[in-house]
């Protein structure tokens, strides 16, 4: 079964500070996998995706993930942390039901900038 | 701003009601989904519908139900209410039925308060 796990529900970084954000998935089909960011008390917006096409995927604000099959692994990452990178991330992958698709959610991961 | 509207943006309600929670996609998207966010449960997939027609279903409860119009807006209707349906309930749309790596656009969010 298809399952994502987040390492930290929280993580604190300095501004300027490389941003590390662990994604680790399990799918019995090639993945598809997604990063979201949610600012507080607002929506889900997509950061990035991955969907099998260059393992280095690129966002928007500057964010990238990169996909390590051999780790089973997409982690989010930004050189400069800047404070208005503050929100909470959400790695997502692609799962099979019912001969449907699912989003499967990690737990999250909130991000604290540090001035 | 991703396109979805959702209304209301906040409910009130005792436990035993029932309230309709109602979502418009973005123009063009035949997907409808949603999502519920609560602390302990995280973010977890309730249904899908498509173009009309239930697509798929995550971990809907019985009391809860869900329908999208010809004009493709949707509905949840959640009955019977408790104290642990207390969270926030997300819709999102994305343009087709959900395919893989299709982009799923959220909308802001209803956050229900049951008391």
């Known amino acids: 079964a298809q399952s994502v796990t987040q390492l930290g529900s929280h993580v604190s970084v300095s501004e300027g500070a490389l941003v590390l954000l662990r994604c680790n998935y399990s799918s019995s089909v090639p993945p598809y996998l997604f990063w979201y960011v949610q600012y507080p008390n607002q929506g889900l917006q997509l950061l990035l995706k991955y969907t099998s096409a260059a393992t280095l995927v690129k966002g928007i604000n500057g964010f990238e993930a990169e996909f390590k099959k051999s780790e089973t692994s997409f982690h989010l990452t930004k050189p400069s942390a800047h404070m208005s990178d503050a929100a909470e991330y959400f790695c997502a992958v692609i799962a099979v039901r019912d001969s449907n698709y699912q989003l499967i959610w990690g737990a999250g991961t909130k991000l604290i900038i540090k001035p | 701003d991703s396109g979805v509207t959702q209304t209301p943006k906040h409910l009130i309600t005792a436990t035993g009601q029932r309230v309709t929670l109602r979502c418009s996609p973005r123009?063009?998207?035949?997907?409808v989904y949603w999502y519920q966010q609560s602390l302990d449960q995280g973010l977890q997939f309730l249904i899908q519908y498509y173009n009309g027609e239930e697509r798929a279903k995550g971990n809907i409860l019985e009391r809860f139900s869900a329908q999208q119009f010809p004009d493709l807006h949707s509905e949840l209707n959640l009955s019977s209410l408790e104290l642990g349906d207390s969270a926030l309930y997300f819709c999102?749309?994305?343009?087709?039925?959900?395919?893989?790596?299709?982009?799923?656009?959220f909308g802001p969010g209803t956050r229900l308060l049951v008391l």
């Open positions: 123009s063009g998207d035949l997907s």
């Open positions: 999102a749309s994305s343009v087709g039925s959900g395919d893989l790596g299709e982009t799923q656009y």
